[in-house]
């Protein structure tokens, strides 16, 4: 057994996975042992809800607002949730990624200005993820920021050749990674501290105090509500077992559903502590606090270095885990819309060049991190939309489609997501 190569162990490793899904499928699994094989999907795309635009702009959120705008975050996770479990069932379901339905079912002019916008918002995103990651290292090891992103990309190319050994390694690293970036976040808010009345006034009563507050409202919307991540999970979904009878593929459904729910309860709570973290540690005395460099050094004196130092820990776990999952996207999206597959290295040097410009040009990074979320948010209707079309359709989906309820909820978010986008850019141009 040691004298096994290691990629073929790792192999083993995922198709030992497929079959305990098997088994669970066919009702020899019980309890945790039953759960366990179906976790992967949607805890490699809740990377996309906790990364380092999510930082960015809960920072500002928290700073700037305390916890008048937790409402956002509240709003901006439950509507991520809807549609990564629609995302999910239509993968499941079809057995390809939303991508590819795309590809195959509209114009093609249609197809190509969506894919032409999803490369758009995998750049924004990359730029937030690789920044944030950058971000971290050059902080802790106090080392310059292209240092720090020569060191993100390395780790971030190791983490990408798991793919290699089957789909079981790089959702265990995934998980792992999230499993320290909420860690990191509570012990956070153990230093912090939070008045939970306040905390829950500012989750259910919705307010705007001011433009800006709009703008960081729509970078939240843009960083929890993912496109990336709604391309991701259908081919994710799609790929991993494919269901034998229709009673293995309701049963499939039913636990991408409840995968989901778990996933992105989990990001949720991590962003809520974002926000409440920044409230308590900057509002009171630092609400200027927008660079994340800056709030790094202002919490050593605050709360000691064991606080600044988790601090770090998460944004550099966040910024590598959420850059290797959107690599996957991208090269996803490409290859199923366009048929056309990049190699690895080619891909991940396309994604990581605006960051280099970025830096280069001396722009302020978490400003950069904050309006690359705002081009998220305005992104994000193209897959939503489709992805409404597609599960709602009887013909694609059976009786997997969406019901009235689901559908009329679905539409709803997407009309509020459109016109929270039209508000800040007509008082965008309007001036000030």
């Known amino acids: 057994m040691n004298d096994t190569p290691v990629s073929e162990r790792e192999r083993s490793r995922s198709a030992r996975t497929a079959s305990q899904v098997r088994e669970a499928l066919a009702g020899r699994r019980r309890g945790v042992h039953l759960l366990l094989p179906f976790a992967g999907p949607a805890v490699v795309v809740s990377v996309a809800y906790m990364d380092p635009g999510n930082l960015a702009t809960n920072l500002q959120a928290g700073a700037g607002y305390g916890y008048a705008l937790l409402w956002a975050v509240l709003f901006a996770n439950a509507a991520a949730m809807l549609f990564q479990a629609v995302s999910a069932r239509l993968g499941v379901v079809t057995g390809v990624s939303l991508a590819k339905l795309c590809a195959g079912r509209l114009p093609r002019p249609v197809a190509l200005a969506m894919w032409a916008i999803s490369e758009v918002a995998a750049m924004a995103t990359d730029l937030a993820e690789f920044l944030g990651g950058a971000i971290g290292f050059s902080l802790l090891a106090r080392i310059p920021l292209l240092v720090g992103m020569t060191i993100t990309a390395v780790l971030t190319w190791w983490l990408l050749l798991l793919q290699r050994r089957g789909f079981r390694p790089i959702e265990v690293a995934i998980g792992a990674l999230v499993g320290l970036i909420a860690v990191a976040y509570v012990a956070q808010l153990l230093f912090v501290g939070a008045p939970w009345r306040p905390v829950l006034h500012g989750m259910f009563v919705p307010v705007v105090p001011d433009r800006e507050a709009l703008v960081v409202c729509a970078g939240i919307v ?132 605006p960051s280099f410009i970025v830096v280069a040009l001396g722009v302020g990074v978490t400003r950069a991190l904050v309006l690359s979320q705002v081009v998220l948010s305005f992104a994000v209707p193209v897959p939503m939309l489709a992805l409404i079309r597609f599960a709602s359709s009887r013909r694609l989906m059976g009786e997997h489609r969406l019901g009235r309820a689901m559908l009329l909820l679905a539409v709803a978010v997407l009309i509020i997501v459109v016109a929270m986008n039209a508000l800040l850019l007509g008082q965008t141009l309007s001036g000030p």
């Open 222 to 353: 843009g960083a929890t509500i993912m496109p990336h991540a709604l391309f991701l999970h259908s081919g994710l979904s799609g790929e991993r077992v494919v269901p034998r009878s229709e009673d293995e593929r309701a049963t499939l459904v039913r636990y991408a559903n409840a995968e989901t729910v778990i996933a992105l309860t989990v990001a949720g709570l991590v962003n809520m502590a974002m926000v409440i973290m920044a409230c308590g540690a900057f509002h009171n005395g630092h609400r200027e606090m927008t660079e994340i460099g800056a709030a790094y050094r202002t919490l050593t004196p605050l709360f000691g270095s064991m606080a600044a130092g988790l601090f770090l820990t998460s944004l550099m776990a966040s910024g590598i885990s959420s850059s290797v999952v959107g690599t996957m996207a991208g090269q996803m999206i490409m290859q199923d819309f366009l048929g056309v597959s990049l190699p690895l290295w080619l891909r991940r040097l396309v994604t990581m060049v």
